[in-house]
């Protein structure tokens, strides 16, 4: 059993910067392969990036790509989704998840249903 709790949303102009913190429990959190993803009104929940424990590699979103990076601190049990050059089509709730095995190819590590585990959400508000 993992539990989530999200944190480090807000407002933020445009092209500013946020980073998103996700605090798990459990004595097994590096095993997990952990994501992020985020779901505007009246949208699906989408895909934003993934750290896949097993090698240690890192995937996003095309949107996202050059602009978020995802770590984590295994020492923590925490996970980051560092954000920088905000735009106002960031804006959503942005969801931290955990998966015993996510995959290795995007049609997996990008389906919310491989993931086990899923925290409350943070709001992320992007103003121009």
């Known amino acids: 059993q993992v539990q989530l709790v999200e944190s480090g949303g807000g407002l933020v102009q445009t092209g500013g910067s946020l980073r998103l913190s996700c605090a798990a429990s459990g004595r097994t959190f590096s095993t997990y392969d952990m994501g992020w993803f985020r779901q505007a009104p009246g949208k699906e929940r989408e895909f934003v990036a993934a750290?896949?424990?097993?090698?240690?590699?890192?995937y996003y979103a095309n949107a996202v790509k050059g602009r978020f990076t995802i770590s984590r601190d295994n020492a923590k049990n925490t996970v980051y989704l560092q954000m920088n050059s905000l735009e106002p089509e960031d804006t959503a709730l942005y969801y931290c998840?955990?998966?015993?095995?996510?995959?290795?190819?995007?049609?997996?590590?990008?389906?919310?249903?491989?993931?086990?585990?899923w925290g409350q959400g943070t709001q992320v508000t992007v103003y121009s």
């Open positions: 998840a955990a998966s015993s095995y996510a995959g290795t190819f995007y049609a997996m590590y990008a389906r919310p249903k491989n993931y086990n585990y």
């Open positions: 750290f896949i424990s097993n090698g240690a590699n890192t």
